[in-house]
């Protein structure tokens, strides 16, 4: 399998240009990327966006919300390209377009996957450990399964600050950790809390580290950080 994914927060021009190069090494020799925007709501400014901030690294973006089947789009694609947004709402478009089982056949068959916030969450077993709010109900939290651990995206450590004025005050919310604890204590499988702008290589072997650390949660264990250039599969598979 060739599986790139992304936590998001590719917001700098560094980030952009560290994006486009693991694009180009992970895409290679593609010509045209179907482009799936249904995590937002105006499908065609978001395929803009994408074009106007070289998100797509050179490569032709077809959107998949111009297709009159989009089974057969996913069917036909070179390689497939899941944006962020909103996870529930991706999940349920999938659904609605009866779309989870071919792309899982054609990625499990070699076709290029790149995911990226919530495209990144629809890649794990189940969306059950996103950020977002559920604005729209899917028919299960069951997804797409191509990777066999789940992601937090966006992940970061500590409490929550809120600026007031010129002063920080302490939020006592929730922490990510206390939320995938949460997690662990109703299911099993390890969470990779992926920090902003991280990436992770998936070959269905190995699972490398690029771009940002990261922190592996295993139900019973000890959180575990890794740097950059790491193999995780030692500690998810």
Same mark, same amino acid.
């Given at each position: ?27 290679? !020799? ?20 994408? =074009? ?17 089947? %989009? ?37 499990? !068959? ?79 499988? %390890? ?8 990436? =992770? ?10 771009? !940002? ?14 740097? %950059?250039? !790491? ?7």
């Amino acid at each position: 399998m060739r599986i790139l994914l992304g936590s998001g927060g590719f917001r700098t021009d560094e980030r952009v240009r560290t994006l486009r190069a693991h694009l180009k090494a992970h895409l290679g !020799a593609v010509q045209r990327v179907l482009f799936v925007p249904y995590a937002l709501h105006d499908h065609n400014k978001y395929l803009q966006t994408m =074009l106007e901030r070289g998100l797509n690294a050179d490569y032709e973006l077809v959107g998949i919300h111009h297709a009159a089947d %989009p089974r057969d789009a996913v069917a036909q694609a070179e390689a497939i390209y899941v944006g962020g947004g909103n996870t529930f709402r991706l999940l349920d478009s999938l659904y609605r377009f009866d779309l989870l089982d071919v792309i899982r056949d054609r990625v499990r !068959a070699g076709m290029p996957y790149v995911g990226v916030s919530a495209g990144t969450n629809v890649a794990c077993p189940t969306m059950m450990t996103t950020n977002d709010m559920p604005i729209v109900q899917p028919a299960s939290f069951t997804a797409l399964g191509v990777v066999p651990f789940q992601i937090n995206a966006h992940y970061y450590t500590g409490a929550h600050w809120v600026k007031h004025g010129e002063q920080f005050v302490e939020h006592f919310g929730e922490t990510r950790d206390d939320r995938l604890r949460e997690f662990h204590e109703m299911n099993d499988t %390890p969470v990779v809390g992926l920090w902003e702008a991280g990436i =992770l290589h998936c070959d269905g072997e190995t699972v490398k580290l690029e771009n !940002a650390p990261a922190r592996v949660f295993r139900k019973g264990g000890t959180a575990m950080d890794f740097e %950059p250039g !790491a193999d995780l599969s030692g500690v998810l598979n």
